[in-house]
C-alpha cells in the first residue's frame, strides 16, 4: 500500500468547523469543572507538577492544585489542607496562590476551536477564597492568547519580549499581560463560605485558543486586603477554581461559505498527529495533549469501523535501547487514553521505532523535536 506523510492538522479542523461555520458550542471548554482525572490526586505539592486533571496545566514553575473528593487527605473534597469548601459542582476543583509578588500560580488550557475575530464571547468562572489564606485579592481574571503561555518564573506571568542587536546581544522586556475579563479592583474576593463567579463579555481579535486564568497583576495593583491575622500555613491569597466557561454570545451568525468535506485519513496513510507532549524522557502524556487526543478520538468516532497502528517516535538523544522502549510506551500511552474514552481495544494497535525513521536532521532543537512523534498508520478503513 501506498504511504502518505501529512499532519492531522487540517482533518481536526473538519472536525471543529461546526464551532465557527454554524453554532458556537455551549461551552468551549474542555473539562469545565475538572471532573475528568487520570489519578485521584494525594498531594499538595510544594514545587509539583499538576499533572493529575485532564485538558487543564500550569504554564509556569508554580504548582496549582487539584482537589476531588476521591483524593488523599491533603486534597480530598471538602475538607483539605486549604479550608473546607464543596464544589461549585461535582465532586472536583483546582486551587491556585494569587497574591505574593514572587510566587504566583495559574490555570491553562487549551480550547475547543479558535475565536473568531469580530465575534463576542463570554468568560466566566467561580472562586472561593480558602479559609485558611490571610489576605484576599480583587483582580483574579482571564487571559486569552492565540498561543500557549510559558515561563520558567515561579512569580507573575509576564510578556517576555526579546529584541535581538546583531548576533551576539539581546535585550529581553518584560511587561505584564492585560487579560481580557479581571474581577473588578473595588470587589476584593473575600468570601470563603460561598462561590463568587467572576465574569465578563469582549470581542476577539482573532485566532484565540488558550486561555490562562490567575492575577495578572503586582501586589501593588491587585487590593490586596489583610482577611484574618494570626499564624496561618498559607501565605497570601489561596483560591478555590471551578465551573469555567467561556461561550459565544453574538445572536447572529454571518454567512460564511461551508466547510471542506473530506473523508478523513485512507487505508495506508501514515498521519503525523501534532499537540501530543511528554516529559522528557517519559512516555505520561501531559494534559497539554488533551485537545489532539480528544480529535484522534472523535475521527475514530467518524469512522468507526478504522483500525490504526499508533507510532511512536524519538530523536537520537540517549542510547538506542532507551529510545525504542521510550517510543513504545509512548506509543502505548496513546492508545491507552483512545481505550480509557471508549474506542475498541481492537481497533488499536502500537508499536516503537525508537530513533530509527527521523524526518529532520536531530542536530538542532527544531530537528529533534520534529523527531519527537507520535504518527498513526491506517491498516484498516
Known amino acids: 500500500m501506498k504511504k502518505h506523510w501529512f499532519t492531522l492538522t487540517g482533518f481536526l479542523y473538519l472536525l471543529s468547523a461546526g464551532a465557527i461555520y454554524g453554532q458556537a458550542p455551549d461551552n468551549m471548554v474542555y473539562n469545565p469543572s475538572f471532573e475528568e482525572y487520570r489519578r485521584c490526586p494525594q498531594k499538595v505539592e510544594a514545587l509539583g507538577v499538576m499533572r493529575d486533571v485532564e485538558a487543564w496545566w500550569q504554564p509556569t514553575q508554580g504548582s496549582s492544585d487539584y482537589f476531588n473528593a476521591c483524593g488523599g487527605r491533603e486534597c480530598v473534597v471538602p475538607r483539605n489542607k486549604m479550608g473546607i469548601q464543596a464544589a461549585h459542582s461535582g465532586d472536583a476543583y483546582c486551587g491556585i496562590y494569587c497574591s505574593q509578588e514572587r510566587y504566583r500560580e495559574y490555570l491553562q488550557t487549551e480550547l475547543k476551536s479558535t475565536l473568531v475575530a469580530g465575534k463576542r464571547y463570554r468568560v466566566s468562572f467561580w472562586v472561593s477564597l480558602a479559609d485558611k489564606s490571610p489576605h484576599a485579592i480583587a483582580t483574579l481574571g482571564a487571559l486569552l492568547t492565540q498561543e500557549p503561555l510559558t515561563d520558567s518564573t515561579y512569580g507573575i506571568l509576564?510578556?517576555?519580549?526579546?529584541?535581538?542587536?546583531?548576533?551576539?546581544?539581546?535585550?529581553?522586556?518584560?511587561?505584564?499581560?492585560?487579560?481580557?475579563?479581571?474581577?473588578?479592583?473595588?470587589?476584593?474576593?473575600?468570601?470563603?463560605?460561598?462561590?463568587?463567579?467572576?465574569?465578563?463579555?469582549?470581542?476577539?481579535k482573532g485566532g484565540e485558543r488558550f486561555l490562562t486564568i490567575g492575577n495578572f497583576f503586582s501586589f501593588n495593583k491587585s487590593n490586596v486586603v489583610l482577611v484574618q491575622s494570626g499564624n496561618s500555613p498559607l501565605a497570601g491569597a489561596y483560591y478555590y477554581i471551578d465551573d469555567v466557561s467561556l461561550t459565544c454570545i453574538d445572536t447572529l451568525t454571518p454567512?460564511?461559505?461551508?466547510?471542506?468535506?473530506?473523508?478523513?485519513?485512507k487505508e495506508?496513510?501514515?498521519?503525523?498527529?501534532?499537540?501530543?507532549?511528554?516529559?522528557?524522557?517519559?512516555?505520561?502524556?501531559?494534559?497539554?495533549?488533551?485537545?489532539?487526543?480528544?480529535?484522534?478520538?472523535?475521527?475514530?468516532?467518524?469512522?468507526?469501523?478504522?483500525?490504526?497502528?499508533?507510532?511512536?517516535h524519538t530523536d537520537d538523544q540517549g542510547t538506542a535501547e532507551f529510545n525504542q522502549k521510550l517510543s513504545e510506551e509512548r506509543a502505548h500511552a496513546v492508545a491507552d487514553f483512545l481505550i480509557g474514552k471508549g474506542i475498541?481495544?481492537?481497533?488499536?494497535?502500537?508499536?516503537?521505532?525508537?530513533?530509527?525513521?527521523?524526518?529532520?536532521?536531530?542536530?538542532?532543537?527544531?530537528?529533534?523535536?520534529?523527531?519527537?512523534?507520535?504518527?498513526?498508520?491506517?491498516?484498516e478503513k
Not at 530509527?356 to 519527537?372: F, H, V, Y
Open 158 to 204: 509576564m510578556n517576555r519580549e526579546i529584541t535581538q542587536f546583531g548576533n551576539e546581544a539581546s535585550q529581553s522586556i518584560a511587561v505584564y499581560h492585560e487579560p481580557q475579563i479581571v474581577n473588578p479592583l473595588d470587589a476584593p474576593l473575600t468570601n470563603t463560605k460561598e462561590w463568587v463567579e467572576v465574569s465578563g463579555e469582549f470581542t476577539a
Open 344 to 379: 475498541q481495544r481492537r481497533r488499536l494497535s502500537w508499536v516503537g521505532f525508537g530513533e530509527s525513521r527521523p524526518i529532520d536532521d536531530n542536530k538542532t532543537a527544531e530537528g529533534r523535536q520534529n523527531n519527537r512523534r507520535v504518527e498513526f498508520l491506517v491498516r
Open 268 to 312: 495506508g496513510e501514515v498521519v503525523r498527529v501534532d499537540g501530543i507532549y511528554f516529559a522528557t524522557g517519559e512516555s505520561e502524556v501531559l494534559p497539554q495533549s488533551y485537545n489532539a487526543l480528544i480529535r484522534l478520538k472523535e475521527m475514530l468516532e467518524t469512522h468507526p469501523e478504522m483500525k490504526i497502528e499508533l507510532r511512536g
Open 255 to 265: 454567512e460564511l461559505p461551508a466547510p471542506p468535506v473530506s473523508d478523513g485519513p
